[in-house]
């Protein structure tokens, strides 16, 4: 008997090189290579760095992004040009109230394509999966699998409503303040009840967030699937370069200590001098929603060399960047825990040292203890501490090491993960044909 098929939704989805694009595409080439019907539906936003994996045996349609959907009501497709036409101008608040609240959940990213268009050009499957970042996948994947009795599985990698609060994240969580924000909380809990609540069952990037979409949905079957790292990369020879370079590739947050990473540098130089000139923190694609963090960064890195703000890179180009450096930083949000953010497992995978940013143990911290992948500061002098060691160490002309663990670093291996992901699929999809 063939095994079954498999329509995976979601935003981002290769020659994407975002983060978002990971999980689905390494997903549905484990899926692929075990000879599953595999369909991909995401969206046609472009991308000028693209990254172009193998993905042979997966049929992919893309649908746009659009201000304005045919499924909205004559009133509501007035109110959503009313919403994108006014932004900018005054009153746009409350019409970003009357539009939040009235118009479907999410709809600032909604696809324009309806259940019927999905059939016609990808046809029909027996399990529709749907995954984050963008909500309307999961909306979507309830319509369909009404349309085919399909097996619907919501897998999550962001919270929307927080049972479980050490889970809030920037942008996901924060509904506003006073009536309309709660408001707003109110009509996504029972959207996440309605649409997501529907699946079969749930997966999710770790148990935090798997026990938070529980919660939030009613759904109790679930699995827990890391991400991870691409299996097919190789550790590169270290060249000594002319500093000692500790690399971060991707969006700066302002939840993040950038200013304790400041203060630290600022301790080093403090103790020895001579390292300033030694000693950098190269950030790699360095954009953010705050412009005043930014412009800090750049002043702090003027004023003492010890930070440089870089374009960003293609995937190919990151993955060497990181691979190359004598250590890669993650900071982990002070606000947030529970999660295992994919730049971070990329990380793992990269054979450099990870110094690790944390104030409060978490999965990350957990994941470089096991994995004996780097170093930990929980406070601006621990990672001072350590900053001043490993650059003495450097200037003395000894390499910063490390001697991962490798059966705990197969936890995070993307290609063994989505392998499992894919054998669970299908045991649920035979649990849900005896039903």
């Not at 940013?357 to 406070?379: C, H, M, P, Q, Y």
């Not at 490993?390 to 290609?415: C, H, K, S, V």
Request: net charge positive.
């Amino acid at each position: 008997m063939a095994p079954p098929s498999i329509l995976i939704l979601c935003y981002q989805f290769p020659p994407v090189n975002g983060t978002g694009a990971r999980r689905p595409y390494y997903l549905a080439r484990a899926l692929a290579d075990d000879g599953h019907r595999v369909g991909v539906l995401t969206t046609d936003i472009g991308e000028a760095q693209p990254w172009l994996p193998d993905t042979s045996g997966i049929e992919v349609y893309r649908t746009p992004k659009t201000t304005v959907q045919r499924d909205l009501s004559a009133w509501q497709r007035w109110l959503a040009k009313l919403y994108w036409s006014h932004q900018g101008k005054p009153g746009h608040g409350l019409v970003r109230i009357a539009a939040d609240l009235l118009l479907p959940e999410g709809h600032i990213d909604r696809w324009d394509i309806l259940p019927e268009e999905v059939e016609q050009h990808l046809g029909r499957y027996d399990i529709v999966l749907a995954t984050c970042p963008s909500w309307y996948p999961f909306r979507l994947a309830a319509k369909l699998v009404d349309r085919w009795s399909a097996l619907f599985v919501a897998d999550y990698r962001d919270p929307w409503t927080l049972r479980i609060p050490t889970l809030h994240l920037q942008g996901f969580t924060q509904f506003g303040t006073g009536l309309s924000g709660w408001l707003r909380k109110r009509k996504m809990e029972r959207a996440e009840r309605r649409w997501p609540g529907r699946a079969f069952a749930l997966t999710a990037i770790s148990a935090p967030l798997l026990d938070n979409a529980r919660l939030t949905t009613g759904v109790q079957r679930g699995a827990v699937f890391h991400g991870g790292f691409d299996p097919l990369l190789r550790p590169q020879p270290y060249l000594r370069r002319e500093q000692f370079n500790i690399v971060y590739t991707g969006r700066v947050y302002a939840q993040q200590d950038w200013y304790g990473v400041m203060r630290a540098l600022d301790l080093v130089r403090e103790r020895d001098p001579s390292l300033a000139k030694h000693l950098c923190i190269s950030l790699y694609g360095a954009v953010s929603e705050s412009d005043a963090l930014l412009g800090d960064l750049k002043t702090f890195g003027e004023r003492t060399g010890m930070i440089r703000l870089l374009p960003r890179l293609g995937r190919d180009e990151t993955m060497l960047a990181q691979q190359t450096a004598d250590a890669v930083l993650h900071i982990s949000p002070d606000d947030h825990q529970g999660g295992l953010p994919v730049k971070f497992l990329e990380y793992l995978g990269c054979g450099r040292p990870i110094l690790l940013f944390i104030k409060k143990a978490d999965l990350e911290s957990e994941a470089v203890a096991t994995t004996r992948t780097g170093a930990i500061a929980n406070n601006v002098e621990a990672l001072a501490d350590i900053l001043h060691h490993r650059a003495t160490q450097w200037q003395q002309g000894l390499m910063w090491t490390i001697e991962p663990n490798p059966t705990e670093l197969q936890r995070f291996d993307y290609g063994r993960n989505m392998k499992a992901m894919a054998a669970q699929l299908r045991a649920w999809h035979a649990e849900f044909n005896t039903k």
